[in-house]
């Protein structure tokens, strides 16, 4: 009977824990820069342990200093639905059940949505376990409720992978266009997008013709997709 109990209190410490220091970790990285990923350094061990020189190219930018263009061209490409849904788009996965249900052919639930993407590097690792999607879902609920669509916005365009060593608007640009992420033109913004599928495998620095086939479509869905709102608007209007 002690052992049960002390064996529930452990575990009671353990939720109480684990939900304190997730919760305390979105609320701080509401307002702090995010410097360093998971992926980040899974990359550099990667690298290491193929004896490789170890490449990081990553400097923090704030949204303002980020081409407007960029957040319209990875919604267009990425995510449409961004600002009005609440980090899951379960408009998508109804519709790719609908399709899967109508045809042969078997189309993915739903791709990873902006939020979903964001709280997976920031807080996660690479992988497809149910536990690793269980804590997306759980940590993509929370940014969605405690940060702006703003901030979701920027912390992704500081963070993702954009490159081999390459992570952030601010490093792709220069690296691979030789400017500041504030001066990317839309083309280049467009560009960077049609990468993000596979950044190892795509180079928006020497774009394939497949990448600037993706390029010109991103462009063109460009039109139908509104710029990121400022901070304080309403982002879903």
């Given at each position: 009977?002690?052992?049960?109990?002390?064996?529930?209190s452990?575990?009671?410490?353990?939720?109480?824990?684990?939900?304190?220091?997730?919760?305390?970790?979105?609320?701080l990285?509401?307002?702090?820069?995010?410097?360093?990923?998971?992926?980040?350094?899974?990359?550099?061990?990667?690298?290491?342990?193929?004896g490789?020189?170890?490449?990081l190219?990553h400097?923090?930018?704030?949204?303002?200093?980020i081409s407007?263009y960029?957040?319209?061209a990875?919604?267009?490409?990425?995510?449409?639905?961004?600002?009005?849904?609440?980090?899951?788009?379960?408009?998508?996965?109804?519709?790719?059940?609908?399709?899967?249900m109508?045809?042969?052919?078997?189309?993915?639930?739903?791709?990873?949505?902006?939020?979903?993407?964001?709280?997976?590097?920031?807080?996660?690792?690479?992988?497809?376990?149910?536990?690793?999607?269980g804590?997306?879902?759980?940590?993509?609920a929370?940014?969605?409720?405690m940060?702006?669509?703003?901030?979701?916005?920027?912390?992704?365009?500081?963070?993702?992978?954009?490159?081999d060593?390459?992570?952030?608007?601010?490093?792709?640009?220069?690296?691979?266009?030789?400017?500041?992420?504030?001066?990317?033109?839309k083309?280049?913004?467009a560009l960077?997008?049609?990468?993000?599928?596979?950044?190892?495998?795509?180079?928006?620095?020497?774009p394939?013709?497949?990448?600037?086939r993706?390029?010109?479509?991103?462009?063109?869905?460009?039109?139908n997709?509104?710029?990121?709102?400022?901070?304080?608007?309403?982002?879903?209007?």
């Amino acid at each position: 009977m002690f052992i049960l109990k002390k064996i529930r209190s452990i575990l009671k410490w353990m939720v109480v824990a684990f939900f304190g220091t997730t919760i305390l970790s979105v609320v701080l990285l509401r307002f702090l820069p995010v410097y360093f990923t998971p992926l980040m350094f899974i990359r550099l061990v990667q690298q290491g342990g193929r004896g490789e020189e170890l490449r990081l190219h990553h400097r923090w930018v704030s949204l303002d200093d980020i081409s407007p263009y960029l957040p319209q061209a990875v919604m267009a490409s990425e995510d449409q639905r961004f600002l009005v849904h609440h980090g899951f788009d379960f408009k998508a996965i109804e519709n790719a059940a609908k399709h899967n249900m109508r045809s042969g052919s078997k189309r993915k639930l739903g791709a990873s949505t902006i939020s979903q993407q964001t709280a997976k590097n920031v807080f996660l690792w690479p992988g497809r376990t149910w536990v690793r999607k269980g804590l997306e879902a759980y940590f993509t609920a929370l940014i969605e409720l405690m940060w702006s669509k703003q901030r979701i916005m920027e912390v992704y365009l500081n963070s993702i992978e954009m490159g081999d060593g390459i992570y952030g608007a601010d490093a792709v640009a220069e690296r691979h266009f030789g400017c500041r992420a504030s001066e990317l033109t839309k083309g280049q913004c467009a560009l960077i997008a049609a990468t993000l599928p596979n950044p190892l495998k795509y180079d928006s620095g020497a774009p394939s013709p497949y990448v600037k086939r993706r390029k010109q479509r991103i462009l063109r869905e460009m039109r139908n997709v509104k710029m990121l709102p400022e901070e304080g608007e309403d982002a879903a209007k």
